[in-house]
Nanobody, 123 residues
Framework: QLVESGGGLVQPGGSLRLSCTAAAGGNFGLYSMGWFRQAPGKEREFVASINWSKTNRHYADSVKGRFTISMDDAENTVDLQMNNLKVEDTAVYYC?????????????????WGQGTQVTVSS
């Protein structure tokens, strides 16, 4: 199971760094990983992904140039650095394994999603 952390309340233009770890001593193995978000009243959407070899990254158009995804094998974490945050970035953010070519979650465990971490951008 994956555990997200690092969310909070930040003003527009501010920054946050989200982190995702595997609970109970688990690890990501050779999976590609990604971040998704779900705003109130909207469907969950893709944000960013990184392939298992860390040689390629994908970003949603709405976050390109502002967000950076990284993966640390030693620490077994997947981080999302979010800069220049906008009000429209407000959402619950989730990490998950991904099918990298499709920017889709790979649900091979039950439940598929963790609890997420809330990011609120407001003045």
């Amino acid at each position: 199971q994956l555990v997200e952390s690092g969310g909070g309340l930040v003003q527009p233009g501010g920054s946050l760094r989200l982190s995702c770890t595997a609970a109970a001593g688990g690890n990501f193995g050779l999976y590609s990983m990604g971040w998704f978000r779900q705003a109130p009243g909207k469907e969950r959407e893709f944000v960013a992904s990184i392939n298992w070899s860390k040689t390629n990254r994908h970003y949603a158009d709405s976050v390109k140039g502002r967000f950076t995804i990284s993966m640390d094998d030693a620490e077994n974490t997947v981080d999302l650095q979010m800069n220049n945050l906008k009000v429209e970035d407000t959402a619950v953010y989730y990490c998950n394994k991904v099918i990298f070519a499709a920017d889709q979650e790979l649900c091979d465990t039950t439940p598929c999603w963790g609890q997420g971490t809330q990011v609120t951008v407001s003045s």
